[in-house]
Structure formats: C-alpha cells, structure tokens
C-alpha cells in the first residue's frame, strides 16, 4: 500500500495493519481492512463545498433545497466562509472538496499556481451591465456624475486581492486616480457611505440594491469590470466559479460527474424558475425578505457551454492579475476547465 493511501486510514485500523505485518498475517490484515473499505464504497464519499455567503452560488443552494443532490445519491455538505479565499484555502488544505459559485475565479487561480493541478472549474458566473454584479456607488447626494468625479478620494472595496485589486485598476482606468482605497466588508459599504466614511465604493450586489432601497446610495455605474477590465459593457466578467478539486475527481471519477449533473440542474432551475429559486437565498446568504425578490441575479456557464470568446474574455481578466504582479506567472484559463 501506497504512503499516499495508508495516511487516509484510521489510527486503529493502521495499528493493526502494523501488528499483522510483523506476524507475518497478510491475509489476515486484508480481511480486517476489507469490511471498512466495502462500508466506505457502498456509503460513498461526503462531498464537502465551500461557498461565500452571496447571491451568485444560488444554483447551489437550490441544488441542495429542491434535493437535486440527494436524487442522485451524493452526500453533499456546504461549508460556509467568510471571504472566497478561505474557500480556496480549504480546498488546497483539503478541508473543503470543491467550491460553489460566487467564489473569487482570481481566489482560485492563485491556488492553483500555488498547487498547480488542484482545481478544475465547472461552472462560472459571468457579469456585466445587464447581468448586473459589480458596480461603484455614491452617497445619495454625492455631486459625483461620472467615476472620474472620485478622483482623489477615499472609496471602498470589499476584502481581499481580488477585490482591492479590480477597485484600483477601475477607479484608474475610470478617470480617478489618486484615489485611496479601504478594504471593508461588503456588507459595512452603505453603512460606511451614509456616515461619509468614504465618498464612493466598488462593491458587489446586493449592497446596491440595499442602499438603493434604504435611500441612502445610488448607482454611478453598474458592469465596471466589463467596461475597464474587458474593455466592453457587455463582455463576460467570469468573475466567481464553481470547482472541484482535481484529487477528488480522481478518485470519485463517477461521483464527481453526477455532482457536476445535480448541480447543472441547479443551474437549469435558477435560469428557467428564477422566482421561485430566489427563496433559496434565504439561510445561505444575509438577503431575506423583499431584497430577495429585487437583488440581480447572475448569469451562468457551464464547462460544456464556454465559447471561444467567454475563454478569451476570461483570460484577459486572468491576464490583468498577472501584470499587476498578483500572479506568480501567467495562468491559461483552459488547463483548469473540466473538461468532462
């Protein structure tokens, strides 16, 4: 037996494996670990997904409520986080099998640089200014008409590389430079903007629908990394995905396709039922009441639906983290694709 495999064994099981062998009782030892290992594959593995507590890993949790998984005889847990790179830490310290949506896809591509190999993305959640995410926000009575108009003032950002990152290079790319960014919680940016804390913010939803229906922010511009990132309004930004690690789909090849399968019908669900699939959002994320039924919901795209063009769109957003230096080297987005 392989190091790799005798490490996944329990304690006492390895103690008797350790006395057998020194009797000479192979035979004996392959009968003591043979009923475990026959429990384990009639039980099958628990699938572990860590997922931050937003809008966008909606397919998700409806996967999980309407009982999409549990149809296909997985057992699947969701493990919450606070940000996207605990999520990514989980992964790479084996904590955690996968991730869910709304996960940084730049979170991500800094652990596989860091082990590469390790994730392979099935579904990613693309954004721009129809499919509205990303957005920078005022005061309600900011005199600030455009994004240039913040040039040299304090704004805010969510926590995080990704996040701080995508904040400097819009507000730089938008007219503002000089500006002095602030990492706070997504869900302290309105809070922050009605007490003058900071005069503008890039944020993600639903902080925009919050402060728009407190009254106390508007929306300056909404698919800023489309327009400055991108270079197009309308272009893809793959900006969270969904993944499972390359070990797992090793050794779980048939469980990790039904998982894939159950969660494609989450997917399905959110895009054809969208009404109906929004009371899910309820428990897994701080959206409840009426905010679940005014916050945008984000698109989605599955491994097998990527065209050409979203793969180049995600690239060049990959591309953006390696020229400022975040990344260690340039990261091709199509070697971390499953690819069924």
Known sequence: MKDSQRSFLPSSV???RRKLVQ??????????LGAPALVRAQSGPKIRIGYWPIAAGLPFYAAIERGFFKEAGLDVEALRFAGAQQVMEAVLSD???G????????NIAIGELAQP???KIFCSNPSNAKNVLDQVLVPKDSPAKTIADLKGKRVASGPGIQNVTLA?????RGGATGVTVVELPIGQ?????????VDGCYTLEPTGTIGRMNGTTRMLEAGVIAKYVLGDPMAPWFGGSASLSSAFIKKYPAEAKKFIAAYGKGVQFVRSQAVEARQYLKGYTAIEGALTGEVPLAAYTMYNEFTPADVAHFQKFFDLFAEKGIFSSRLMVDTMLYKG
């Open 168 to 172: 400097k290079t819009v507000f730089e």
């Open 14 to 16: 390895a103690t008797t």
């Open 117 to 119: 190999g390790t994730f």
């Open 189 to 197: 940016h309105v809070a922050a903007l009605a007490a003058g804390q």
């Open 99 to 106: 991730t869910a949506n709304g996960t940084g896809s730049a």
């Open 23 to 32: 009797a000479g009782g192979a035979a004996a030892m392959l009968g003591v």
């Open 95 to 97: 904590r955690a099998d």
